[in-house]
């Protein structure tokens, strides 16, 4: 009977810019798991009927991102799906996607740095939700309003740090004009008690103030040095190689009259 079957354990929500996966242990054998999404204000949804892996994506029963849920994981055999007695289930945490999933990492579209001016323009993540018209929504039409961007940037080689905030997809600050700075951009919600801060986009340098080494390395020179030396080699030998074939053709010319002389 059902009372037989172990429960799920180890429950816990895994969500990055509202993709949302529930994830849970053991593997099963000899029964399966079905997955009920039970919300505040919402009907049971179920998902994963069925299944025999230990993860659900949840996704889509989730769009009311606002709505804390509960996960219930059913442990079930096919042959009783219908039966009226109840399955024995496990029930994870709450989860709220609003407050809870993560906010991914912004793309860097554009970055200069023009005299005391870096300018840098990014892309917030994308979310699995869409608008009516089928286009993706970014996790800034979610939360509008609550969810805010923080430039860091610093001179490369130093440790000082410096940070600027804005609501929109660009920055512009004042840096010291000839210096070469490095930077990377951050999603911010300050209003939430947890998971606060997004993921890091990746950092990227200016190459004002750089040498040419800094911006082609040292290989790139190493093969120049032995092109030159080759052509250096070359001009020097050539001529050298040219003039002894010459005297050589010469001097087998010479040889080859001196016996129509001798008759």
Known sequence: GYE???TAV????????????????????????????????????????LTSETECDVTDVLSNVK?????????????????????????????????????GKPEIMDYSQEGSKLNVVFRDPLTPYT?????FQSIQDIFQ???EYKLYYWKDQSSGKKDV???????????????????????IIPSRRENRNGQESTVLCTNVGGTILDEYGTGFFIILAVIAVAVI???????VVLCKCKKAKKARAVREKEPLNDV
């Open 4 to 6: 037989e079957l172990p």
């Open 10 to 49: 180890n429950i816990t929500w895994s969500s990055i810019n509202f993709k949302t996966i529930l994830q849970w242990q053991p593997k099963p054998s000899g029964y399966f798991y079905t997955v009920e999404i039970h919300g505040q204000t919402s009907d049971i949804k179920r998902k994963c009927i």
């Open 67 to 103: 709505e804390t849920y509960t996960a219930h994981i059913l442990s079930v055999r096919p042959m009783e799906m219908d039966n009226f007695e109840e399955p024995p289930f496990a029930v994870s945490e709450k989860f709220t996607p609003y407050s809870q999933t993560v906010i």
């Open 131 to 135: 608008f009516p018209n089928r286009s």
């Open 145 to 147: 309003h609550d969810l």
């Open 165 to 187: 905030t804005t609501k929109s997809r660009r920055f512009e600050v004042s840096v010291d004009s000839g210096q070469k700075y490095c930077f990377y951009v951050q999603g």
């Open 233 to 239: 080699t070359l001009a020097i030998v050539l001529p």
